[in-house]
């Protein structure tokens, strides 16, 4: 994801895979027992993998979005993974997706609002700057050659839900400042490491701020030394 934002506080005017995480708490529902699934029977309640759990409903998704294998732009999927344990919010529900832009769509469908997390290169920023960007302030650079499964806009993104007839949610975006997010590796940059617990915080209190009932949960409790 590519802009040219001002970096500052989390907040600035811009121009510019297969889901993992936590669903929302909710009734507790059957547990295995005695009587155990035979051979090759599935468990009850538990979904296949890659499925989209609908059950318990949330109404807000917080989806980090990146690529495990291209250090920097991991920082979307890291968040969401931090949040998962430590972000308590009723009806919301906190993923992380490895996959392209354009299978998005599906998984945004019929919430009523979404938080994206997700790199971003801008003209000047530092690298552990992060802004809050609406999805027209966020389209691809020109270099990328336009609309692609993971460099298409979200404002773009948007605007193709709709035509499908998809119900598409406000969204929001947490982008954070990267300094190359092509870059080949599974292990962040010295400068991106030292970063992302401040950049974590932060999103952290703001989701507080905005979500109704929503508090944080072991949020002193310091991810392994490996998470990052």
Aim: hydrophobic content about 40%; aromatic content about 4%; cysteine-free.
């Amino acid at each position: 994801m590519t802009a040219d934002a001002s970096p500052g506080d989390g907040s600035a005017n811009a121009h510019g895979g297969g889901p993992r995480g936590r669903e929302p708490t909710g009734p507790p529902g059957e547990s295995a027992g005695a009587d155990e699934p035979a051979d090759g029977e599935p468990v009850v309640g538990e979904p296949a993998v890659g499925e989209r759990i609908d059950e318990p409903a949330a109404d807000v998704l917080v989806l980090g979005v990146g690529n495990d294998i291209k250090r920097d732009d991991a920082v979307g999927l890291l968040v969401a993974d931090r949040l998962a344990e430590t972000l308590d919010a009723p009806g919301v529900a906190v993923r992380a997706m490895t996959s392209g832009r354009i299978m998005l769509i599906e998984e945004l469908s019929g919430y009523e609002a979404v938080y994206l997390v997700d790199s971003v290169v801008t003209t000047h920023g530092t690298p552990g700057d992060w802004y809050v960007l609406d999805p027209e302030d966020v389209e691809p650079a020109a270099e990328s050659g336009g609309v692609a499964t993971h460099n298409v806009g979200l404002g773009t993104l948007r605007t193709l839900g709709e035509a499908m007839g998809e119900s598409m949610p406000a969204m929001t975006i947490f982008a954070i400042e990267v300094a190359d997010p092509f870059e080949y590796g599974e292990e962040l940059t010295a400068a991106m490491r030292e970063a992302l617990p401040s950049v974590v915080e932060a999103i952290e209190g703001r989701l507080v701020e905005e979500l109704p009932g929503a508090e944080l949960v072991d949020a002193d409790v310091p991810p392994p030394s490996d998470a990052w």
